[in-house]
């Protein structure tokens, strides 16, 4: 069980890093399977995580400020993602959780949802200190 | 029945429930150190696990190596609860991220009445709604990938049309 577990993460981690590695090898341009963002095709607006794919190809290249440049939320919010993920993933692999763990509240809950909202308005409005969170 | 203990970031065990008694009662395993057994859902303080508190209220007069503080007594006294899994993060995070925010409404409306029925003390209300969230998350996550799926091939086709010269279909 616990074997079977590891096998499907290590599948994961292989996946993973194959994309990361086309990333950084192509640049956001060069991934013919990467599929455009839908909301964007449809409404020409931005979505919240718009820019995500450029700004985790500008970090891998070391290039931390163009990153925040491309999605500024996005760049605080997926390491944080990636780290719970992580904890969980251990935990479920492992069979038993470890001792500590990401856990989100309902007020603190809200408060990012309503943050994730208002990042989406807000970058969709094209005057200045606004487009500065759209990517350039 | 194993049980695994944590001491100051470290993790040790696993010990029988014997032991782990014998453990609590001569103070080594203080009232609010993590406990685990296979079957909880997480880990939680000596305190607030029903099968090991009741050793505690017993035995009084053993006195504490550390000096009990005002949350100590009112953590024993808090009706034995687990610590439920609210899944609020995750919902959000594949509501966003799966190409299909209306498949993750149900899975954040699920996970925000977790820590409420659990702090009403309806834990079999908070449970359902925990598992309710973990369905829809997990539902959502497989849409996005059909969806990656579909789009990935819809791509892949126009290209093919594009290469072989079919781009006035």
């Given at each position: 069980m616990r074997g079977e577990r590891a096998l499907w993460v290590a599948l994961g981690v292989l996946g993973l890093s194959f994309a990361a590695f086309s990333l950084k090898q192509n640049g956001p341009a060069g991934l013919p399977w990467m599929p455009p963002c839908l909301f964007n095709r449809l409404t020409g607006?931005?979505?919240p995580g718009c820019g995500m794919t450029r700004a985790t190809w500008a970090g891998f290249n070391g290039n931390v400020a163009q990153a925040f440049r491309f999605n500024p939320l996005g760049m605080i919010l997926l390491p944080l993602a990636a780290l719970a993920l992580t904890i969980e993933v251990i935990g479920w692999v492992r069979g038993r959780p470890l001792p500590f763990r990401l856990h989100l509240g309902l007020k603190s809950g809200g408060v990012l949802v309503g943050m994730i909202f208002l990042f989406w308005i807000m970058r969709n409005i094209p005057?200045?200190?606004f487009t500065l969170l759209a990517p350039p | 029945m194993q049980w695994y203990y944590s001491k100051s970031g470290s993790q040790h065990g696993?010990?029988?429930?014997?032991v782990m008694v014998s453990k609590i009662l001569s103070g080594e395993i203080y009232q609010s150190d993590q406990v685990w057994r296979e079957g909880m859902v997480d880990w939680l303080p000596v305190a607030r696990v029903p099968e090991l508190a009741t050793v505690l209220r017993p035995a009084p007069s053993v006195a504490p190596l550390v000096p009990v503080t005002g949350d100590?007594?009112?953590a024993a006294a808090v009706p034995a609860s687990e610590?439920?899994?609210n899944y609020l993060w995750q919902s959000i995070?594949?509501?966003?991220?799966c190409c299909c925010p209306f498949l993750g409404i149900p899975a954040i409306i699920y996970a925000a009445k977790v820590d409420g029925l659990s702090a009403k003390g309806d834990l079999?209300?908070?449970r359902e709604a925990s598992k309710k969230a973990k369905l829809w998350c997990y539902i959502t996550v497989g849409a996005g990938f059909v969806i990656l799926?579909?789009?990935?091939?819809m791509v892949a086709l126009a290209n093919w049309w594009a290469a072989v010269g079919f781009s006035t279909l």
């Open positions: 607006l931005l979505c005057e200045w200190p | 696993p010990i029988s429930m014997e100590l007594p009112q610590r439920i899994p995070t594949v509501t966003l991220c079999e209300g908070a799926a579909i789009i990935a091939g």
